[in-house]
């Protein structure tokens, strides 16, 4: 069963910057694109960066483009997510999700395109 674990998570000053680590328990090579998504409580997931795992196909969050970078690591199992210049509204639970199939249907930063998730790790900034 595929595992995918999340860390780095933890409390910024606006400004700052974070990285996020994703480690999956298969090669990232085995599937179409591994994906981070943010969720604050009372909303919806939202889809943050993706990375296709065979061209290196970046996709980003309006929100996010020109702060945030991901990336796939120097082990065949891990992805990377930099966050800098974090802003308050950045504050949310980070998920690290993969997906098999692509994402022509649903779009790179879909939930639906993606069949596996982590716990999620905890990303707070202050003001």
């Not at 179409?32 to 939202?46: C, D, L, M, Y």
């Not at 945030?68 to 639970?93: R, W």
Request: hydrophobic residues 35%.
């Amino acid at each position: 069963q595929v595992q995918l674990v999340e860390s780095g998570g933890g409390s910024v000053q606006a400004g700052g910057s974070l990285r996020l680590s994703c480690a999956s328990s298969e090669y990232i090579s085995i599937f179409n694109s591994i994906a981070w998504f943010r969720q604050v409580p009372g909303k919806e997931r939202e889809g943050v960066a993706r990375i296709h795992t065979r061209d290196l196909g970046v996709a980003y969050a309006d929100s996010v483009k020109g702060r945030f970078t991901i990336s796939l690591g120097s082990a065949e199992n891990t992805v990377y997510l930099n966050m800098s210049i974090m802003k308050p509204e950045d504050t949310a639970m980070y998920y690290c999700a993969a997906g098999r199939a692509g994402d022509e249907w649903f779009g790179p930063l879909a939930t639906e395109t993606y069949n596996y998730w982590g716990q999620g790790t905890q990303v707070t900034v202050s003001s």
